[in-house]
């Protein structure tokens, strides 16, 4: 594991120093500073030359800023001559603007793979992206992890396979909550609702059983959480006894807190992706962390090792 360096981005502090620990690999330190007209200037302080680096930073909360800071380390980096530069972000940035849905629309999610391709990025590794086809956007290898597995763990240790059924929020969820089913050996029921505009859902009817169970509804994003917590009281209106919330990317913007706080959903289970702030984990909120995930697959990518084994979550005796 020599020639190795982790280099932990503003955004993901904490994350970066759970896989450090994990690995037992100090964080090679960078010189962060920000002008007083809004330019950031990166140096990273030990030699790279030649090296594998791996640099921890998920594109969420001053979005913009954030990938700013990434362009210009990757720059950086590849100025310094580093070997390979391997991004691990957890949540990619306007990875919603998969398409065009409306005419004069940009594909934003393409123009974040092209600015990271072209910017030195040797590959990337991320979790749960809104789309699949988004890693044929990138020119690079990318290794697309899931975060159902640590929600299927956290369910099968705490409650009765017979109490419970998965649930998809929306038509476009339903192959996330397929997954998580077949993993549980459970069935699915899913929400069918519909988006008049941005950050505002309405739900239509609900499509499946959900009578006297405890009904999981699982996410990628829970962004206002507006819309997951419409869900919950659709399913409870429809008979769940109780809701179990599962969220892989806890953006928790603008009113969010508040509407998780008020929902009818008992636990709302997140990942680490995004850093959450203290003042926002209210006593039904639990965090499961991702870094042992990001720290096999760092090393697995070190050592040239396959991640095969990494993806193999329809094994039910292998659920993480």
Known sequence: MNKLHLIAGSASQDLAKKVSDLLKIPLTGIEDKRFVNGEIYIRVKSKVRGDDVYVIQSLAGQVNDNLMELLILIDALKRSSAGRINLICPMLCYSRQDRKAESREPITAKLVADLLSVAGADRLVTVDLHADQIQGFYDIPVD??????????????HYSKKDLVIVSPDIGGVKRANKLADLLGLKIAIIDK????????????????????????IDDIIDTGGSIANAAEAVRANGAREVIICGTH??????????????CASKILLTDTVPILDEKKIGKIEVIS???????????????????ELFKWEDKKRVL
């Open 194 to 217: 519909i988006r008049r505009e941005h950050n505002k859902s309405e739900v239509m009817h609900l499509v499946g059983e959900v009578k006297g169970k405890i009904a999981v509804i």
């Open 290 to 308: 991702v870094a042992p995930l990001l720290a096999k697959v760092i090393k697995r990518i070190h050592l040239n090792r396959s991640l095969g």
């Open 250 to 263: 806890a953006l928790l913007s603008g009113e969010a807190v508040k509407n998780l706080e008020e929902c």
């Open 144 to 157: 697309h992890f899931v975060g159902y597995p640590f929600f299927a763990k956290y369910i099968k240790k």
